[in-house]
């Protein structure tokens, strides 16, 4: 009965490790929602979980050594956790209304609002985790009486319960969370909590039977004969704080590795659930098979694998392998882009005509598991092995195994705030890893040399390692394991550019690297490709200067400040390129703009984008007020409302971005709103699908009376109010005009109110119909997050989703303000009539464009006729501009002009104007309008048609004397106020709007 009951035993803990995984995911998913997806929000929640954990196992563990009936305590540990899972949602009913009163008497101070999330989090999840930390104690202690050997028990539960957070991990990422809602995958683990106890108490009601094996308590303790001499406890206290070392250690390396991995398999929830399953699998398999081998090699009846110096020694050898398999797995990022392209090709190759997405994650486990494995399973040898070290030493089972467990657990604790903030703070990835590496294999080494040659050994070892330590960073070039220009150019949706090692070099070679930071939140860069800057985060390009990129980004601006009728506050949430910001800014109503950035990082990458976003952030504005934190969280917790609610474009196929296009974010949006107020939100057409598409809109619809779609070229935008949206044309024309909107509107085709309204597809009714059937995404059934990422790659989406779009296109006449006079109403009937009539005709060519069928028969009839009735159609002149796009030619310097500046530390610079031609053939051309000093483009002009040289050369003449005079205005202006040259952030800006404004004449 005794290897029955501890088979059955093994089962229910199986259970148990899967729902404690899935109350992991799931409790920290709810309290993100009320604290926000910062990093530090999130690592606190984390650091409650894992407190509980290690005062569970060591208070409960302290308790159990001379109690009878351990099982029935375990399953009411079980039912304790279920009962307060239960009192967990409870909670979460209230806690956002009192957080948000508690948090508005200092929205804005980290240290408060740590303080109430850790006082939140304590009373939500103190009571469950601490009954889950102190299961394993107790069961080990139970089963080492039904059968000895504390080390075997211990492997194989540990085992168990963390190959069942594995499942657990797996059913919750890839099933539940999709399939179900947050709520029915709280109570599958309430349930699974509920079986487990029910099952153990009655288990053990069978074993108290007189035909039961349990062993009473003093019998079950074999060390109790065990002595340990006074003079030789230090290498016992170097494995207990060893343990502890091993989950700093283990934590540091989870956190570091994923933040590079999750750049190859991408930062969906599907990525970041593949790396904690190939983690943990890891864990657990190294801990079942130190069971399996001390069974097999005959030693297990002793309690111990082998004496106790043997014991001790073996830990310190597996803390030097966990450090030495870290460094091997560690030393792969360097041909990590070819390793992932060669499995991606690979897997598809092998199953040509299967799901393209699960295919795409299969490749993806396989990468993560080959690199995450073999340490992690060290990493779950040294629990066990450790724990029966540790229970020779205290002469106990339960005590032993909790003291063990919360070392390990608080050493983790340390590894993930630690890592997460200090050492990539201070060190970046790379160097924190090899820190972390050296104390791994260091610390093994003291444990070794502690039992091999005595203290002189281990003073004289732990100096030789904290030199070691010291390599990193002193000398951080001395030691280089990958170069991290790698990752600032890396694109994980596009593995097949990486295929070989020369493709990368070459990639590097061609690639200027603007900025590059690891940041606690995510790694960016801003990477210049010949007259293209690129914003990259965790993989993914999220902005470039890309003609059809700024038009999405400066609409997201303009759009919401045109039609709002006095936007003096505004609310920017997301940085990226700091287009859609610097678009707000201009407009001279504007008295105060919030900008939210839950990456504080990405500020640098902006300041590169200066010259497109009117050096926003490169330079003092008093109007503007930056907040680092998540911005839905921010508009929970603010007092503050606005007339204007826009963000910068976030995918919500990222982790944690569906939140943003949840109907809960939407009403927290209308309740900032002033009256009046706009809320005005990017629809990504490209990576959705038709339903996940028109569940943005209908999410949207849900929470605002009065909606518009404006569609640019590859992007589609949506305006929303709960006040009615009436455009008043000669308003609109007026704010138009002024210098600076203008400037950027002309970039985008729409520097008239005409023009601008010409990108109008639908109001209130048409977003009525188009999402008819659109499923709501909520916090809970997180449709979306789970949904979206199914269709990366997916690049036809785009155009499928554009004409579905365009075929509920409606005028935007019924959407204007109607003139006083019979006769201005009919010509204004008259003139729309005829735009709707173009738009109609344009929408075939755009969406031809878009499938790439722009040299087609049927592109070439539709464009000659838009060229004869309506060829000033704005968005037609955007798809013929977009069509015609050309790359390749050398460039050639025409004219060159050299200025003195200041730079943003008021340092004089040199900066080198010039006009660049980059022909293609004999009857196609690009001018460029470049500074080369800084990179920074002003403006790009395409040029058709042979014998163009004179033209060319008179309108570089024109644009060169336009630079010199306002040079020369400047120059004068900062004489007069005693500089020695004028800002870069002047008179960039100037040329900027001078040059567009002679492009757009032609």
């Not at 983790?412 to 705030?417: E, L, N, T």
């Not at 200025?899 to 340092?907: M, Y």
Request: aromatic share 12%.
């Amino acid at each position: 009965m005794g290897r029955a009951a501890i088979i059955l035993t093994y089962s229910i803990f199986f259970l148990s490790g899967s729902a404690a995984l899935i109350y992991e995911i799931v409790w920290t998913r709810y309290l993100s929602l009320v604290f926000g997806g910062s990093h530090l929000a999130v690592t606190t929640v984390l650091t409650v979980f894992m407190t509980g954990l290690a005062l569970g196992s060591y208070f409960i563990g302290r308790k159990i050594d001379n109690r009878k009936h351990l099982l029935s305590l375990f399953g009411y540990l079980e039912l304790g956790t279920g009962a307060s899972a239960l009192l967990f949602a409870g909670l979460m009913k209230v806690y956002p209304q009192v957080y948000v009163v508690l948090a508005q008497f200092a929205p804005e101070s980290t240290g408060y609002l740590t303080f109430i999330r850790v006082t939140f989090a304590v009373i939500a999840l103190i009571v469950p985790t601490t009954l889950m930390g102190g299961t394993l104690p107790v069961l080990t202690g139970f089963t080492s009486r039904l059968m000895s050997g504390a080390s075997i028990r211990l492997s194989f539960l540990y085992g168990c319960n963390t190959i069942g957070a594995v499942f657990g991990a797996a059913a919750t990422g890839f099933v539940m969370l999709r399939s179900f809602s947050m709520g029915k995958t709280l109570l599958t683990a309430v349930a699974i909590n509920l079986f487990v106890g029910i099952a153990a108490i009655m288990l053990q009601r069978i074993l108290a039977k007189p035909a039961g094996e349990e062993l009473q308590p003093d019998q079950g303790t074999e060390f109790a004969q065990v002595t340990v001499a006074p003079d030789n406890l230090l290498p016992f206290r170097l494995v207990i704080w060893g343990i502890g070392v091993s989950g700093f250690c283990a934590m540091g390396y989870e956190v570091l590795w994923s933040r590079i991995l999750s750049v190859a398999v991408g930062a969906s929830a599907y990525g970041f659930t593949l790396l904690l399953m190939a983690f943990l699998s890891g864990i657990g398999l190294g801990s079942a098979a130190y069971g399996i081998f001390c069974r097999v090699s005959g030693r297990w009846r002793r309690g111990f694998t082998t004496a106790a110096d043997g014991a001790i020694t073996a830990f310190g050898w597996v803390q030097v392998a966990i450090g030495a398999t870290a460094l091997l797995a560690t030393m792969q990022f360097r041909i990590l882009p070819t390793y992932v392209a060669f499995l991606r090709s690979y897997i598809l190759g092998v199953f040509p005509g299967g799901d393209q997405f699960q295919l795409v994650q299969l490749a993806n486990f396989i990468l993560v598991f080959s690199i995450m494995f073999v340490p992690a399973f060290f990493m779950g040898v040294a629990i066990p092995l450790a724990g029966g070290i540790h229970c020779r030493y205290r002469r106990t089972v339960g005590f032993a195994v909790g003291e063990l467990l919360s070392f390990n657990t608080v050493g983790a604790i340390f590894g993930a705030g630690v890592s997460g903030y200090l050492l990539m703070y201070l060190f970046g990835i790379q160097r924190s890893l090899q820190l972390i590496i050296l104390l791994n294999i260091g610390y093994g080494c003291l444990v070794i040399a502690s039992i091999k040659w005595g203290k002189t050994a281990v003073w004289l070892t732990t100096v030789v390692a904290l030199a070691a330590l010291m390599v990193p960073v002193a000398a951080p070039e001395s030691w280089r394991l990958w170069n991290p220009k790698m990752y600032a150019i890396y694109q994980s949706n596009k593995p097949e550019a990486y295929g070989s090692s020369d493709e990368f070099n070459e990639m590097l070679a061609n690639m200027n690297i603007r900025y590059y930071a690891e940041g606690a939140q995510s790694i960016v860069s801003a990477i210049q490709s010949a007259d293209v800057l690129f914003f990259i985060t965790n993989g993914r390009v999220e902005a470039s200067n890309t003609h059809h990129d700024m038009q999405c980004q400066y609409v997201l601006g303009h759009l919401p400040m045109l039609l709002h009728k006095n936007p003096r506050r505004v609310f920017v949430l997301g940085t990226g390129s700091g287009m859609t910001l610097g678009a707000v800014s201009v407009h001279p109503a504007v008295e105060k703009i919030t900008l939210a950035e839950i990456e504080p990082q990405v500020l640098g990458v902006a300041k590169t984008f200066g010259i497109d976003n009117h050096y926003i952030l490169n330079k003092p504005d008093p109007r503007l007020k930056i907040v680092f934190n998540d911005g839905r969280n921010y508009l929970l917790t603010t007092k503050d409302k606005f007339d204007v609610i826009t963000a910068d474009p976030v995918h919500p196929w990222f982790s944690g971005a569906g939140y943003l296009y949840s109907t809960e974010y939407f009403r927290l949006a209308a309740q900032r709103l002033n009256p009046g107020g706009i809320i005005c939100q990017w629809l990504p057409l490209y990576e959705l699908t038709d339903e996940n598409l028109k569940s943005v809109v209908r999410t949207i619809r849900e929470n605002f009376a009065y909606t518009m779609i404006w569609v640019t070229h590859y992007d589609a935008e949506i305006i929303a109010s709960n006040s009615p949206l009436l455009i008043n044309e000669q308003e609109l024309e007026q704010r138009i005009s002024a210098w600076q909107v203008l400037g950027d509107m002309r970039q985008i085709k729409m520097g008239s109110a005409e023009d601008f309204l010409s990108y109008f597809v639908m109001g209130t009714e048409g977003t009525r119909a188009y999402s008819r059937g659109g499923r709501i995404n909520t916090d809970d059934n997180l449709y979306l997050e789970f949904s979206a990422p199914r269709s990366i790659g997916m690049e036809y989406l785009r155009a499928a989703n554009l004409a579905e779009i365009l075929r509920n296109r409606e005028s935007v006449l019924p959407y204007l303000s109607k003139p006083q006079d019979e006769a201005g109403r009919v010509r204004q009937q008259a003139k729309w009539g005829g735009i709707y009539r173009a738009a109609l005709l344009e929408d075939r060519a755009h969406v031809l464009d878009v499938e790439g069928k722009s040299m087609t028969y049927e592109f070439a009839e539709i464009a000659s006729e838009l060229e004869n009735r309506y060829p000033r159609y704005a968005p037609w002149r955007y798809t013929k501009e977009e069509s015609g796009s050309i790359r390749g030619g050398d460039p050639r310097i025409l004219k060159e002009q050299e200025l003195t500046l200041l730079d943003e530390k008021g340092a004089l610079v040199k900066a080198e104007f010039l006009a660049v031609i980059v022909r293609k053939n004999s009857k196609s051309a690009r001018l460029f309008f470049v500074d080369d000093n800084t990179q920074t483009v002003f403006a790009k002009l395409r040029v058709r048609g042979a014998s163009r040289d004179a033209y060319i050369d008179s309108l570089t003449s024109d644009i060169m004397k336009g630079v010199h005079e306002i040079y020369g205005d400047e120059l004068a202006k900062a004489a007069a106020t005693g500089q020695t040259a004028p800002s870069m952030f002047t008179v960039f800006p100037r040329f900027k709007t001078m040059i567009e404004a002679r492009i757009d004449q032609e």
